[in-house]
C-alpha cells in the first residue's frame, strides 16, 4: 500500500507541474486572445451603429468587397478555407498562419460596416486559433501541444465576443471530430475562456443573454410539441447547409475570377436588400433574434436570411454562420412555435438552439449554450430539441473538415430489424 501511495504522489508531482504549466498557457492564450477579441467586438459594435444610422452604406458594399479580395490577394491567402482551416490544425497539426489574424478582423469589419449578411463567431474562432497555433510554435511545443493551444485559442475567442465560456470550451472540443471529444484540452481551454471572458466584462461588455417570456412544465403534450420542433429545425438545418454550399459552388462555377465574383456578389445582396425594403438581413441581426425571443418575428425572416447569408459568405465575404444560424433558428422558432403549441418565446430560444446544433452537430455544447444564454429551467426540453435536431439533421454541416466518427442512426442495428 506505502508503495502504490509512494508512486501516486510521485505522478502528482509530474501531474500538479503539468497543471500548473498548462494553466499559465490557458491564462497567457486567454489575455492575448481576450485583448484582440474584445477590440473586435467593440469595433463590430461600432460598425454596426454607423452602418444603421447611414443606411446609404450599403451601397458601398460591392467596393468593399474588392478591398477584401485584394486585402487576400496580397497576403497570398486567396484559397483561404475559413473555420475549416482551423480545424484541420487540430486533427492534423497544419500550421495557421498568423497573417489570418490581421486579415479575418479587417475583413469581418468591412463585411458589418458595410451591410454583408454575416456573424462574427467565425471569425473569432479564427483569430483565436491563429493566435494560439502561433504562440505554440514560438514556444516550441510538440504537435499534440500546440492542438490543445489552438483549441485553447478557439475557446478564448469565442468566449470573448458572446460571454459563454463553458460552451465556448464544450464547442471548441466538440467540433473538430464529432464522437470525439478532446478532454486533454480542457484545463487550459476553460482557464482561456474564462480569463478572455473576465477581460470582456472588465471592458464594460455585457455577455450575451436572453429572457424567454414562458418555459411550459414538463407534460407529454410539451414533450411532443418539442420533438417536432427539434424534427423540423433539422430539416431548416439542412436547407441551411445545402445553400451556404450551393451558393459557393455556383459563384465559383459561373465567376472564376474572384474579384468579379466578390464584387457581383455584393451588388446582388444591395439588390435584395432594396427589394426587400429593410435592413433586418443585414450584419449579424442580433436586434432581430433579440425580438424573436421576446415572440415578434415575421414568417420568411429565416428564409431571406438563409438567402442573404449564403449568397454574402459564397461571394468570399467573410465572417461566420453561426450568428446567422441563431438568427434563422430563433425567427423559425418564434414563427412555427404556437403552431405546435409551444409559446413564441420558448420556441424562439429552443429552435435557435436546435438548429445552431444541427448545423454544426454539436449536442453537449448546444444544451450547454441554452443554460448560458437562457438559464436551466427548461434544460430538458433544451437537451431533446438539440437531440432530436442532431439525429435528423443527417451527415450535412456548415464545416466540410468535420468528421463524424459514429452513426448517428446505428444502420448496424435498422439492417438487422429489418432483414
Same mark, same amino acid.
Given at each position: 500500500?506505502?508503495?502504490?501511495?509512494?508512486?501516486?504522489?510521485?505522478?502528482?508531482?509530474?501531474?500538479?507541474?503539468?497543471?500548473?504549466?498548462?494553466?499559465?498557457?490557458?491564462?497567457?492564450?486567454?489575455?492575448?486572445?481576450?485583448?484582440?477579441? +474584445?477590440?473586435?467586438?467593440?469595433?463590430?459594435?461600432?460598425?454596426?451603429?454607423?452602418?444603421?444610422?447611414?443606411?446609404?452604406?450599403?451601397?458601398?458594399?460591392?467596393?468593399?468587397?474588392?478591398?477584401?479580395?485584394?486585402?487576400?490577394?496580397?497576403?497570398?491567402?486567396?484559397?483561404?478555407?475559413?473555420?475549416?482551416?482551423?480545424?484541420?490544425?487540430?486533427?492534423?497539426?497544419?500550421?495557421?498562419?498568423?497573417?489570418?489574424?490581421?486579415?479575418?478582423?479587417?475583413?469581418? +469589419?468591412?463585411?458589418?460596416?458595410?451591410?454583408?449578411?454575416?456573424?462574427?463567431?467565425?471569425?473569432?474562432?479564427?483569430?483565436?486559433?491563429?493566435?494560439?497555433?502561433?504562440?505554440?510554435?514560438?514556444?516550441?511545443?510538440?504537435?499534440?501541444?500546440?492542438?490543445?493551444?489552438?483549441?485553447?485559442?478557439?475557446?478564448?475567442?469565442?468566449?470573448?465576443?458572446?460571454?459563454?465560456?463553458?460552451?465556448?470550451?464544450?464547442?471548441?472540443?466538440?467540433? +473538430?471530430?464529432?464522437?470525439?471529444?478532446?478532454?486533454?484540452?480542457?484545463?487550459?481551454?476553460?482557464?482561456?475562456?474564462?480569463?478572455?471572458?473576465?477581460?470582456?466584462?472588465?471592458?464594460?461588455?455585457?455577455?450575451?443573454?436572453?429572457?424567454?417570456?414562458?418555459?411550459?412544465?414538463?407534460?407529454?403534450?410539451?414533450?411532443?410539441?418539442?420533438?417536432?420542433?427539434?424534427?423540423?429545425?433539422?430539416?431548416?438545418?439542412?436547407?441551411?447547409?445545402?445553400?451556404?454550399?450551393?451558393?459557393?459552388?455556383?459563384?465559383?462555377?459561373?465567376?472564376?475570377?474572384?474579384?468579379?465574383?466578390?464584387?457581383?456578389?455584393?451588388?446582388?445582396?444591395?439588390?435584395?436588400?432594396?427589394?426587400?425594403?429593410?435592413?433586418?438581413?443585414?450584419?449579424?441581426?442580433?436586434?432581430?433574434?433579440?425580438?424573436?425571443?421576446?415572440?415578434?418575428?415575421?414568417?420568411?425572416?429565416?428564409?431571406?436570411?438563409?438567402?442573404?447569408?449564403?449568397?454574402?459568405?459564397?461571394?468570399?465575404?467573410?465572417?461566420?454562420?453561426?450568428?446567422?444560424?441563431?438568427?434563422?433558428?430563433?425567427?423559425?422558432?418564434?414563427?412555427?412555435?404556437?403552431?405546435?403549441?409551444?409559446?413564441?418565446?420558448?420556441?424562439?430560444?429552443?429552435?435557435?438552439?436546435?438548429?445552431?446544433?444541427?448545423?454544426?452537430?454539436?449536442?453537449?455544447?448546444?444544451?450547454?449554450?441554452?443554460?448560458?444564454?437562457?438559464?436551466?429551467?427548461? +434544460?430538458?426540453?433544451?437537451?431533446?430539441?438539440?437531440?432530436?435536431?442532431?439525429?435528423?439533421?443527417?451527415?450535412?454541416?456548415?464545416?466540410?473538415?468535420?468528421?463524424?466518427?459514429?452513426?448517428?442512426?446505428?444502420?448496424?442495428?435498422?439492417?438487422?430489424?429489418?432483414?
Amino acid at each position: 500500500m506505502l508503495e502504490r501511495l509512494n508512486r501516486y504522489l510521485e505522478g502528482s508531482e509530474k501531474g500538479v507541474y503539468v497543471f500548473l504549466i498548462w494553466s499559465f498557457i490557458g491564462a497567457v492564450i486567454g489575455a492575448v486572445v481576450g485583448v484582440v477579441g +474584445i477590440t473586435f467586438h467593440i469595433l463590430l459594435e461600432e460598425v454596426t451603429a454607423f452602418r444603421m444610422s447611414h443606411p446609404w452604406i450599403l451601397f458601398l458594399l460591392p467596393l468593399g468587397g474588392l478591398v477584401i479580395a485584394g486585402l487576400y490577394h496580397l497576403l497570398r491567402m486567396q484559397n483561404d478555407r475559413g473555420t475549416n482551416l482551423i480545424l484541420i490544425a487540430v486533427r492534423v497539426n497544419e500550421k495557421v498562419s498568423l497573417r489570418l489574424t490581421p486579415l479575418i478582423f479587417i475583413s469581418t +469589419i468591412i463585411t458589418h460596416l458595410l451591410g454583408g449578411s454575416a456573424g462574427r463567431e467565425g471569425a473569432a474562432l479564427q483569430i483565436g486559433g491563429s493566435i494560439g497555433s502561433f504562440i505554440g510554435r514560438k514556444i516550441k511545443l510538440d504537435e499534440k501541444d500546440e492542438r490543445i493551444i489552438t483549441m485553447c485559442g478557439m475557446s478564448a475567442g469565442f468566449a470573448a465576443l458572446f460571454g459563454t465560456p463553458v460552451a465556448a470550451v464544450v464547442f471548441s472540443m466538440e467540433v +473538430i471530430t464529432v464522437g470525439i471529444m478532446h478532454y486533454s484540452a480542457i484545463v487550459p481551454s476553460i482557464i482561456a475562456a474564462i480569463t478572455a471572458t473576465g477581460i470582456s466584462m472588465a471592458c464594460g461588455v455585457t455577455p450575451t443573454s436572453f429572457t424567454l417570456e414562458s418555459v411550459p412544465s414538463l407534460s407529454p403534450s410539451g414533450v411532443g410539441s418539442v420533438i417536432l420542433l427539434g424534427m423540423f429545425c433539422a430539416g431548416v438545418s439542412v436547407l441551411f447547409c445545402l445553400a451556404m454550399e450551393t451558393a459557393g459552388k455556383y459563384y465559383k462555377q459561373i465567376f472564376k475570377n474572384g474579384y468579379i465574383r466578390i464584387f457581383v456578389g455584393g451588388c446582388i445582396v444591395v439588390a435584395i436588400t432594396l427589394l426587400l425594403g429593410t435592413r433586418d438581413y443585414n450584419g449579424a441581426g442580433m436586434d432581430v433574434i433579440a425580438r424573436a425571443i421576446a415572440g415578434e418575428a415575421e414568417y420568411p425572416a429565416f428564409l431571406w436570411k438563409i438567402l442573404l447569408t449564403a449568397l454574402t459568405l459564397g461571394a468570399g465575404y467573410k465572417g461566420g454562420e453561426i450568428v446567422p444560424s441563431f438568427f434563422v433558428g430563433a425567427t423559425f422558432g418564434c414563427v412555427i412555435g404556437p403552431w405546435i403549441g409551444l409559446p413564441a418565446s420558448f420556441a424562439a430560444g429552443t429552435g435557435m438552439a436546435a438548429l445552431f446544433c444541427g448545423v454544426t452537430n454539436c449536442p453537449i455544447a448546444s444544451v450547454i449554450l441554452c443554460v448560458e444564454l437562457f438559464g436551466a429551467e427548461g +434544460i430538458a426540453y433544451y437537451t431533446l430539441a438539440c437531440a432530436v435536431s442532431y439525429m435528423l439533421s443527417g451527415y450535412y454541416g456548415l464545416y466540410s473538415e468535420q468528421k463524424i466518427m459514429y452513426s448517428k442512426m446505428q444502420p448496424e442495428f435498422i439492417n438487422k430489424s429489418v432483414h
